[in-house]
């Protein structure tokens, strides 16, 4: 059973607000990951830490930020929201065994913006 | 890019018949995880496979990892109603950092 979590779980905004969707993990696991998920389509990594003070880019451009100030801690930041933004983002944490890592994924949190 | 290509894209079968969907790639991965992820609910990890060859399986689920290790396939036997959503396979790259590369998913419906 995973236990990392998000709020909120679904956000309504209008655009050119600022937001920040957060994401915990309790399994201190070190890397932690964001992806973005239209309905029913594959999944996109946008964000990833390594640990603590670590943030890379994925491999789909995003306008969001992050941060990795504690380890169990990694929102993901938008300046200004806009309808472009309205998405399905995931947040996913891992740890090695058995010879390879493991990513255990968040519920998610459901971005409309207007 | 790398790309994992994922079949079938969807498929609708009767409650009790046996499923199966594979993912295939170019490049070689030593690391196969497969999820299934309900509308709305982020993925949930149904098993995982770090050996070449080797076989899996969680209860009505089995899965294996190609001895090529270009490629999975996850068996579902004995289809039930709940088994319905979107199946992702998903692949790390020896030195990829941990990065995974996801399939673009199987849809699978089952009709009582």
């Known amino acids: 059973e995973a236990d990392i979590y998000q709020t909120p779980r679904y956000l309504v905004i209008g655009t050119g607000k600022k937001i920040t969707l957060e994401c915990s993990q309790t399994?201190?696991?070190?890397?932690m990951y964001w992806y973005q998920q239209d309905p029913g389509m594959e999944l996109h990594l946008i964000h990833y830490?390594?640990?603590?003070?670590?943030?890379e880019k994925g491999d789909l451009s995003s306008e969001s930020t992050v941060s990795r100030i504690r380890t169990e801690h990694f929102p993901l930041t938008l300046e200004s929201a806009r309808p472009s933004h309205t998405s399905q983002y995931l947040c996913?944490?891992?740890?090695?065994?058995?010879?390879?890592?493991?990513?255990?994924f968040g519920p998610g949190t459901r971005l409309l913006v207007l | 890019g790398q790309q994992l290509n994922q079949s079938p894209q969807s498929m609708f079968i009767q409650e009790g018949e046996d499923v199966s969907m594979n993912c295939t790639s170019s490049?070689?991965?030593?690391?196969w995880l497969w999820y299934k992820q309900d509308p709305g609910e982020g993925p949930v990890l149904l098993i995982a496979?770090?050996?070449?060859?080797e076989l899996t399986s969680n209860g009505r689920l089995t899965a294996q990892f190609g001895i090529t290790r270009k490629d999975s396939f996850l068996n579902i036997s004995a289809s039930i109603p709940s088994d319905v959503g979107i199946y992702f396979c998903?692949?790390?790259?020896?030195?990829?950092?941990?990065?995974?590369?996801f399939g673009g998913g199987t849809r699978l419906m089952v009709k009582p």
């Open positions: 830490s390594y640990g603590v003070n670590s943030t």
């Open positions: 490049s070689i991965f030593n690391t």
């Open positions: 996913a944490s891992s740890r090695a065994g058995g010879g390879g890592e493991t990513q255990y």
């Open positions: 998903a692949g790390q790259l020896l030195n990829a950092g941990n990065m995974l590369t």
């Open positions: 496979l770090y050996k070449a060859g």
């Open positions: 399994m201190g696991h070190d890397k």
